[in-house]
């Protein structure tokens, strides 16, 4: 079975760019993460959707930030403007709905912002 | 405030001998723990997980223990191999928050030959 697939794996933009992220679920997983790895801030969650539907997305950021899904086989998530401290590893997940069932990411994005 | 905490940020074992992981944990309502391995420029891979009704699971050389009393879950990997050198990551949901990780910081494996 194909895992996660995540594009493109690496991103390099000046400043003040808009950089768009990818994420490929799953087939037939209903929940779907974005999460951001830094050294100081660790594995943070971003937002997540159940369905398509975005459920909680507390841990954006700032505005310059936005997901989307508009079905359940595609996701993006959307940076504009870009800036420095926005460089980090971006992680994608899906999982099924049902609970204690673990989620599985992709390979991630590495981002990096001049 | 970090709600999952790996205190070690690194640990060095012996070929063939036992290496422990711990997390520290201190909200009361996760339910469900999960241990994620991770190798550079690759994603976290699903390892192990306990629900909270069990104290124990075990899945070949990977158990899962967990001290709810206490809040503290650990991994003991018995025997280590150099293969199992990577970042490991414990994490914990709550079944009233969906399906919502919380991440520990990460403890970097080192198993020599």
């Known amino acids: 079975d194909a895992g996660v697939i995540q594009s493109p794996r690496h991103e390099v933009t000046e400043m003040g760019q808009e950089v768009t992220l990818r994420c490929k679920p799953i087939s037939g997983h209903n929940s779907l993460f974005w999460y951001r790895q830094t050294m100081m801030r660790g594995l943070e969650l971003l937002i997540y959707f159940n369905n398509n539907v975005p459920i909680d997305d507390s841990g954006m950021p700032e505005d310059r930030f936005s997901a989307k899904m508009p079905n359940a086989s595609f996701s993006t998530l959307k940076i504009q403007p870009s800036e420095p401290r926005d460089s980090a590893v971006y992680f994608c997940?899906?999982?099924?709905?049902?609970?204690?069932?673990?989620?599985?990411f992709g390979d991630g994005t590495r981002l990096s912002i001049l | 405030d970090q709600q999952v905490k790996q205190n070690s940020p690194s640990l060095s074992v012996q070929e063939g001998r036992i290496s422990i992981l711990n997390c520290d944990y201190t909200?009361?309502?996760?339910?469900?723990f999960l241990w994620y391995k991770k190798y550079p420029a690759e994603g976290p891979t699903f390892l192990i997980s306990i629900s909270s009704i069990k104290d124990k699971n075990e899945d070949g050389r990977f158990t899962v223990f967990l001290n709810k009393s206490a809040k503290h879950l650990s991994l003991h990997i018995v025997p280590s191999q150099p293969g199992d050198s990577a970042v490991y990551f414990c994490a914990a949901s709550e079944s009233n928050a969906g399906n919502m990780l919380t991440f520990g910081g990460g403890t970097r494996l080192m198993v020599k030959p």
């Open positions: 909200n009361s309502m996760f339910d469900y």
């Open positions: 997940a899906s999982g099924p709905r049902i609970y204690n069932q673990p989620q599985h």
